[in-house]
């Protein structure tokens, strides 16, 4: 059902920003300590204004198919906004970053950049990216829990394309297969869904569990944390989580182990490398998993099955709700790019213009426009609708969103990945884990 949201005050500044002459005085080198606000304008009326054709560049990463779309979306910007054009920068994700940092090294820093919530603080930190508040995009449709995932110290750096929720997926038919009801989602609690996954396990039969380990993703002890009025990062940027709620994550993963509502080590690991059609849900052989909300599809697909999103368990037992908005990614501007108005025209166009929706659908996440994305509902596959809808109930639940993850937060896969295989094997116990965890996590984020 959807949640009427009240339309709110748009977060724009509407300053006269120019291009400006002197491009080689600007170059901004990875090691710049530039505060990231615009350049000050000359005075001028910009190159289209004077009637000559002005050029932006505007670099993302993803598949074929997201090029393909990307490339419509820009044809469309340069139909409605003549004098504007907008070259494409593309690679995919395992070039975008070291690609990115070359260029911004060499002062070549594109236009507008798509940015990723593991990253932009650094970027921001580093005076790449420009505060978006100083430019002419118009957030009045975009909630201000999602406008805060963008914000550090104030200042606007990036604004989300779209949202994902970190939310349990569930397969009915294993369920009643096991002769076990499904979870009250509003209610159940922690100690209620190793029960349960347990139960599955033993009802359904050999071969098929509960669930599948959840102890490789930050996103579920985020979670955990908020729900405890903790945070996995603090607001300036240190750890913000404790010990004894990393220990009680890790180890939820031995409970569900000790009763069969989980496979065991080996098992786990390896399903944890095949993704989501090899998962137990994607095969088919678990009831159960955590996942992020726009993998619905793939799973569902994968599986043959119709699934189900619910919230996950917790969200009532503790002092607060812990589940949150993520960033699917987000436009962000150089700072020193020579055309600001024209950069801040194109994202006003990608994040609130229904056609680029229509386009892309959920590719760059949920819209984060809420108009926007009640246009295109009609559109959506029908996994992608129950993701809108999931999305809309939780509107009125999300608390607040969690800081902007601090420099070095990038490693923080790997720790996880480390750490909750150690774990599953019995090599550490779940305190071990928690002091490595903080450890470890502290030094990379210099915390």
Not at 128 to 153: C, F, K, R, S, W
Not at 423 to 432: A, C
Not at 437 to 444: D, G, H, K, N, P
């Amino acid at each position: 059902m959807r949640v009427t949201t009240t339309r709110r005050t748009p977060r724009t500044t509407r300053a006269a920003l120019v291009a400006l002459t002197a491009a080689g005085a600007m170059a901004l080198t990875a090691c710049s300590g530039d505060s990231g606000a615009m350049p000050e304008s000359d005075g001028g009326n910009g190159d289209a204004a004077e009637g000559g054709n002005v050029e932006i560049r505007f670099a993302w990463w993803g598949s074929d198919t997201r090029h393909e779309t990307t490339q419509q979306i820009i044809d469309l910007f340069e139909e409605k906004n003549p004098g504007i054009t907008v070259v494409p920068d593309y690679t995919d994700w395992g070039g975008y970053w070291d690609k990115l940092a070359t260029s911004v090294a060499g002062g070549d820093t594109p236009d507008v950049i798509t940015q990723e919530e593991r990253y932009i603080s650094d970027y921001a930190t580093r005076g790449v990216i420009a505060d978006l508040n100083e430019l002419d995009i118009d957030t009045a449709e975009i909630p201000e829990e999602i406008l805060a995932t963008g914000e550090i110290d104030g200042k606007l750096y990036g604004i989300a394309t779209g949202v994902n929720a970190y939310a349990m997926v569930a397969n009915p038919e294993i369920f009643e297969q096991a002769g076990v009801e499904m979870p009250d989602d509003t209610t159940w609690t922690w100690e209620d869904y190793v029960e349960i996954a347990g139960q599955i396990s033993e009802g359904a039969g050999d071969g098929v569990w509960g669930t599948q380990d959840y102890g490789f993703n930050e996103a579920g002890l985020n979670v955990l944390a908020r729900q405890k009025g903790e945070s996995l990062y603090s607001p300036d940027g240190g750890l913000g989580v404790s010990e004894e709620t990393v220990a009680e994550f890790f180890q939820r993963s031995l409970d569900l182990m000790a009763n069969n509502g989980q496979p065991d080590a080996s098992r786990s690991v390896e399903i944890q490398n095949a993704g989501p059609e090899g998962s137990l849900l994607g095969t088919s052989t678990g009831a159960m998993g955590v996942w992020w909300s726009n993998q619905l599809g793939a799973l569902s697909s994968a599986s043959g099955a119709e699934l189900e999103l619910l919230r996950l368990p917790g969200e009532a037992q503790y002092e607060r709700t812990g589940m949150y908005f993520k960033p699917a990614m987000y436009y962000s501007i150089s700072a020193t790019t020579e055309h600001p108005e024209e950069a801040a025209k194109f994202v006003d166009f990608l994040l609130n213009d229904p056609e680029v929706a229509a386009l892309q659908l959920t590719d760059r996440g949920l819209p984060s426009n809420l108009s926007v994305r009640e246009s295109i509902v009609g559109d959506l596959e029908a996994a992608d609708q129950k993701v809108a809808e999931f999305m809309s109930d939780l509107e009125d639940e999300i608390v607040d969103s969690p800081p902007v993850p601090p420099n070095g937060s990038a490693q923080m896969q790997d720790i996880m990945t480390r750490i909750n295989t150690e774990v599953l094997f019995g090599n550490i116990t779940p305190q071990e884990a928690a002091e490595r965890f903080i450890s470890e996590v502290e030094a990379a984020i210099g915390g």
